[in-house]
Every structure is written in C-alpha cells, then in structure tokens.
C-alpha cells in the first residue's frame, strides 16, 4: 500500500517561475524524503526532512514537513528547463520506506 | 565509486523463462532493496535486505526471489516469467533503513 500521495500529478510551468508540490501521508513517521526522476532513469536523491524538523533548505529547494496535517511541500524556485522530471516523496516509518505515485513537472523554456 | 550498477539495461523474456537481474555497490550500504515501477504506480517494494544474510519480502513479493550473500550483491530472480512482470526493475541502497536511498540505473523488463 502506498502512504504517500502526491498532488498535482502533473505541472506545467514556465522557465523562472516557481513549482510547488505537496504530498500527503496517512501514519506517523520517522523522516520523509523528496526525490527526483528523469525520464529513463533511476531516482536521485533531493532532500531528507525528520520528524522533529519543520523546513529545510538545499539550494533551489525547500522542503516544509508539518506533522500535524500529515503533510508535506517541495519548492524549487525560479524553475530552469533541466528540472524537468517527476518528483517522489517517499515516508520512512515503522515499515521500509514507501514511494508516492508521483507529480509530473514540466518547465517550459 | 561506481555507485549502484544494475545488469542488464534490458531484457525479454517468454513465459516461463527463469532470470536474475543483477545488482551490486561499491558504498559498503548495509540495506538494499528492489523496486518495480509500473506506469502510474510509483515504485513499489519487491524485496528488501538490512544486511549480509537477512533478506525480507515487502509489498510485492510474489514471482521473485533474493538473496544476500555479500555485503556488494542483491541479486533478484524471476523464477517463471509471467506478462505482469513486464516493469522496470531498479534497485537501490543505502547505510541504514532511514536514510536517503541510492538508486541503479534500472532494468527494462518484457514479458511475452
């Protein structure tokens, strides 16, 4: 069963704009962590955030975790044609680590 | 480093045939784990390893078998090919079960 739910599935932006993605998930967890994928390829690793932390910073993104809605979002800021690729957010708890479906980003040049 | 190295890139098979995909790192990762990914599924957990030795079933499992014999290894077998098995297999590692996970560069899968 998959915990964590991407939204939107898909996004379409122009080049400098910013892209924002939210995922939800159902039960307590350890730390939740944000992924990316280019078409054809296997995944890389973006950002880890833990429990007891409410925002992280990695260059372009941003990564807020508030675990009182069970939600979290992945900012990229002022988007460049190379982030194009699908998005992940995978939640650690108890169980290995589960993998949502998903968010489709698209950055127009 | 090599990092983790997935063989082969693509394969086919019929119905029935038997195979092992291959997977190995260079990281001195403890877990290590195989994942499928389908169109509009995400990836989902086949099986999964904390260590040379202990292997586990998780969401998937069914069609597949591992084992954990070195630390560097984690190979997966198909033991009798089925169409529903057509996926794109990737296995990944990492030092411990929380942290960030390093991903192959995957296996194309059909299934005839």
């Known amino acids: 069963s998959q915990q964590g739910e991407e939204d939107p599935q898909a996004l379409s932006i122009q080049e400098g704009e910013n892209a924002t993605m939210n995922c939800s998930y159902k039960?307590?967890?350890?730390?939740l962590q944000w992924y990316r994928q280019n078409s054809g390829r296997g995944l890389v690793h973006l950002i880890l955030?833990?429990?007891?932390?409410r925002e992280k910073h990695s260059g372009r993104l941003r990564v807020t975790l508030d675990t009182s809605k069970k939600s979290s979002s992945l900012l990229i800021t002022a988007s460049r044609a190379a982030d194009t690729a699908s998005y992940f957010c995978?939640?650690?708890?108890?169980?290995?680590?589960?993998f949502g479906k998903g968010t489709r980003l698209s950055v127009i040049a | 480093n090599a990092g983790v190295t997935q063989t082969p890139k693509f394969q086919v098979l019929k119905t029935g045939q038997s195979m092992t995909l291959q997977c190995a790192q260079d990281?001195?990762?403890?877990?290590m784990s195989w994942y499928r990914q389908d169109p509009g599924m995400g990836l989902r957990l086949i099986h999964y390893?904390?260590?040379?030795?202990?292997?586990d079933q998780g969401e998937v499992p069914n069609g597949y078998n591992v084992s954990r014999s070195t630390t560097e290894d984690f190979p997966l077998r198909l033991l009798s090919a089925a169409p529903s098995q057509t996926s794109v297999y990737f296995c990944?590692?990492?030092?411990?079960?929380?942290?960030?996970?390093?991903f192959g560069p995957g296996t194309r899968l059909t299934v005839l």
């Open positions: 039960t307590s967890i350890n730390n």
């Open positions: 995978a939640t650690k708890g108890n169980t290995p680590l589960v």
């Open positions: 390893s904390v260590g040379a030795g202990i292997t």
């Open positions: 990944a590692s990492s030092y411990g079960e929380r942290g960030p996970q390093y």
């Open positions: 990281m001195n990762h403890e877990y």
């Open positions: 955030i833990r429990s007891n932390e």
